[in-house]
């Protein structure tokens, strides 16, 4: 018995040392860049810490020293890349460095069920398949009413939150997410989810469930598990279905009430062309959910986090809110229907966005492209084929060497005080990659228009509307452990 025990530990420790030395030891190429411990990606499963906390401990210092590091993540090792000029190169050479998204990199995860091959991580002739279909329904004119009245709403809804909370604090995620769904749903993809009108809308119930059962770290790190048929996992891909065809399912049925009504649709709009794809046979049922299902997390998830971010940093700086606020009422847009002419000559508006997006940039992390042959990174990094790389755009947008001492601090002004000053800058920081929120090179992010768009009208109406503080009992977290609290104090010319 005894030295049945004794060789059982021994088998115990074989497998350990194979599994560390299979997918654990980091990967001796490139060998002039350090590795970020693999247990650091999994320390939120064994303990409450913020992430950006994780960040500045174990990833920052050798992040920015080297321009780059071996990070673990998705059950494999990957170059992240933080060094501007590197990723200039990147964004140029896309067919070197390639989009390689979940369904390709961890094929039978539930991460690569939800988002599936899209026009975000697709390359060549999908791509370009994709691109044909989406790009016109995100570069034509949005439904500026359509967005102004639902911003009105919100603040309706923030009206009846702070009577009900008294003295306390509103919590601003939900009706901000509420918010911003049916901004997406509507005015890009022409359905109504009902998500502002009801809480438990089931598009507001479905998105919450998928959330949870989705990103969690130890199937993350490691997505072997979601072979296995552990309960969660098995509830996770049931929720992920019931997600894409309540999408689905809305779209078709505002399309036929449409026709059925004698309404016009919008020809060009994205979420007729998608079914115009799915119908004429360009694309199959697969193409079409996977679409549709990228098209609404990125169109009113990333919007959603800028709108949390900028109204956090607006009540951290109330001299900037004030500033803010008097540019607004200087201009007397109408509450209604904004002309999106009169954005273009609001610099501080402009400027409160571009900082916003630059600090807290809504994809912190992204790590979606593949070495199509062995690479030499910025002349001295030796990247092997076959290699995943992504970037943190948190680092970069805040890398000193690119922004000087005052990177990590909330200043608009560095943009300039004019709009053309303004774009000027903010151009030129796109193309030497100090400024990557967007993204770059040919795949930057398709709905840039509409985000910025619609953060304006969102941000003129907010801050017409209230004065905006942050609740004291809330924890300050990048990650926090309640929702965002806020007092949201109504101004007299409120809506």
């Known amino acids: 018995m005894f030295v049945l025990i004794i060789e059982l530990l021994l088998l115990g420790v074989v497998l350990l040392a194979t599994l560390y030395y299979t997918f654990l030891l980091p990967p001796r190429y490139p060998n002039n860049i350090p590795a970020v411990p693999f247990w650091v990606a999994l320390i939120p499963f064994f303990k409450d810490v913020d992430q950006s906390d994780i960040f500045r401990r174990y990833i920052q210092q050798p992040l920015q020293t080297h321009g780059a590091v071996k990070l673990f993540f998705g059950a494999?090792?990957?170059?992240?890349?933080?060094?501007?000029?590197?990723?200039?190169?990147?964004?140029?050479?896309?067919?070197?460095?390639?989009?390689?998204?979940?369904?390709?990199?961890?094929?039978?995860?539930?991460?690569?069920?939800?988002?599936?091959?899209?026009?975000?991580?697709?390359?060549?002739?999908?791509?370009?398949?994709?691109?044909?279909?989406?790009?016109?329904?995100?570069?034509?004119?949005?439904?500026?009413?359509?967005?102004?009245?639902?911003?009105?709403?919100?603040?309706?809804?923030?009206?009846?939150?702070?009577?009900?909370?008294?003295?306390?604090?509103?919590s601003v995620q939900e009706l901000l997410q509420r918010y911003s769904v049916a901004n997406c749903s509507e005015v890009i993809l022409q359905t109504n989810l009902n998500a502002l009108?009801?809480?438990?809308?089931?598009?507001?119930?479905?998105?919450?469930?998928?959330?949870?059962?989705?990103?969690?770290?130890?199937?993350?790190?490691?997505?072997?598990?979601?072979?296995?048929?552990?309960?969660?996992?098995?509830?996770?891909?049931?929720?992920?279905?019931?997600?894409?065809?309540?999408?689905?399912?809305?779209?078709?049925?505002?399309?036929?009430?449409?026709?059925?009504?004698?309404?016009?649709?919008?020809?060009?709009g994205l979420g007729r062309r998608m079914l115009d794809a799915k119908n004429s046979g360009m694309w199959n049922e697969k193409q079409l959910l996977d679409n549709l299902t990228v098209a609404f997390v990125a169109?009113?998830?990333?919007?959603?986090?800028?709108?949390?971010?900028?109204?956090?940093?607006?009540?951290?700086?109330?001299?900037?809110?004030?500033?803010?606020?008097?540019?607004?009422?200087?201009?007397?847009?109408?509450?209604?229907?904004?002309?999106?002419?009169?954005?273009?000559?609001?610099?501080?508006?402009?400027?409160?966005?571009?900082?916003?997006?630059?600090?807290?940039?809504?994809?912190?992390?992204?790590?979606?492209?593949?070495?199509?042959?062995?690479v030499l990174l910025g002349g001295s990094i030796a990247i092997p084929k076959g290699t995943y790389l992504g970037y943190n755009c948190y680092s970069t947008n805040r890398d000193p060497a690119a922004w000087g001492p005052t990177a990590d601090s909330f200043e608009p002004g560095r943009w300039g005080d004019s709009m053309v000053a303004i774009q000027k800058h903010y151009r030129l920081r796109r193309a030497r990659a100090e400024f990557i929120s967007f993204h770059g090179g040919?795949?930057?992010?398709?709905?840039?228009?509409?985000?910025?768009?619609?953060?304006?009208?969102?941000?003129?109406?907010?801050?017409?509307?209230?004065?905006?503080?942050?609740?004291?009992?809330?924890?300050?977290?990048k990650t926090p452990v309640q929702t965002l609290g806020s007092f949201a104090t109504p101004r007299p010319s409120s809506c």
């Open 197 to 268: 009108d009801s809480a438990s809308a089931p598009i507001n119930v479905l998105q919450s469930a998928v959330k949870r059962e989705i990103f969690k770290p130890i199937f993350m790190n490691f997505p072997l598990l979601d072979r296995l048929p552990f309960p969660s996992r098995v509830r996770a891909r049931q929720m992920v279905n019931r997600f894409k065809n309540e999408l689905r399912r809305a779209l078709v049925n505002s399309q036929k009430h449409c026709q059925a009504s004698g309404l016009a649709t919008l020809t060009d």
């Open 442 to 477: 040919r795949r930057a992010c398709l709905g840039e228009k509409f985000a910025v768009l619609q953060m304006r009208i969102t941000l003129v109406t907010l801050i017409r509307a209230f004065s905006w503080s942050l609740d004291p009992s809330w924890v300050d977290r």
């Open 299 to 374: 169109g009113q998830e990333n919007p959603q986090l800028c709108m949390i971010s900028t109204l956090y940093l607006l009540a951290m700086h109330p001299e900037a809110q004030e500033k803010l606020y008097a540019e607004i009422q200087n201009k007397q847009l109408d509450r209604t229907s904004p002309d999106p002419d009169a954005f273009q000559d609001m610099p501080f508006l402009t400027a409160v966005i571009y900082e916003s997006l630059r600090l807290f940039p809504p994809i912190g992390q992204l790590v979606n492209r593949k070495a199509s042959e062995d």
């Open 76 to 170: 494999q090792w990957n170059i992240l890349v933080h060094k501007p000029a590197y990723l200039a190169e990147i964004f140029k050479n896309e067919d070197v460095y390639q989009k390689s998204g979940n369904q390709k990199k961890i094929p039978h995860s539930v991460l690569a069920q939800f988002l599936g091959d899209n026009i975000i991580s697709s390359h060549g002739d999908a791509w370009r398949n994709y691109q044909s279909v989406v790009k016109p329904g995100l570069q034509g004119n949005f439904d500026t009413d359509r967005i102004a009245h639902n911003a009105l709403q919100l603040c309706e809804l923030l009206k009846e939150s702070q009577r009900i909370a008294g003295t306390k604090g509103v």
